[in-house]
Each structure stands twice: as structure tokens, then as C-alpha cells.
């Protein structure tokens, strides 16, 4: 099964964004993240400074993507 980390990875590459990316799509959803720990997230499981991406990120990344995609949501 893919984790959290996994999936971010893999969304990144597929997009083609760097860290600099990442972290603007995350301000759009409130979320604010250092580019430092956004590498920590990126790193091999066995990297002594590896963490772990909690659901909070996971979903904070794709609610930012879909403004950043569509726009904000109108009323």
C-alpha cells in the first residue's frame, strides 16, 4: 500500500513541481509548510530525518491543487 509520502512523491512528479511548488499550493489552503520540512517528507524511509506525511498534508496539498487549478470556489 501506498503512504502518505508515496503519493506526494509521485504527485509531484507527475506534475512536474519542485518544493517552491509545493509549498505555494499549500498557503492557497491555509497551510503553511517550510521548504525544509517539506524535504524531510521526500526523504528515504531509513534517512534519520525522514518524517512521516500525515493525512492533514495529503489533503491540505490536494484541496490547494484544486485551486490552483480551477480557481476559488464562487458562491
Known amino acids: 500500500m501506498l503512504s502518505n509520502n508515496d503519493i506526494l512523491k509521485k504527485l509531484r512528479v507527475a506534475l512536474k513541481m519542485r518544493d517552491e511548488d509545493i509549498v505555494e499550493i499549500l498557503k492557497l489552503s491555509d497551510f503553511h509548510i517550510t521548504k525544509g520540512a517539506l524535504g524531510d ?3 528515504s524511509e531509513d534517512h534519520p530525518k ?7 498534508i ?3 496539498f ?3 491543487l ?7 470556489k464562487e458562491k
Not at 66 to 72: N, Q, S
Open 62 to 64: 490536494l484541496d490547494g
Open 50 to 56: 525522514y518524517k512521516e506525511a500525515g493525512d492533514q
Open 41 to 43: 517528507l521526500f526523504r
Open 58 to 60: 495529503l489533503r491540505n
Open 66 to 72: 484544486i485551486i490552483h487549478k480551477r480557481g476559488k
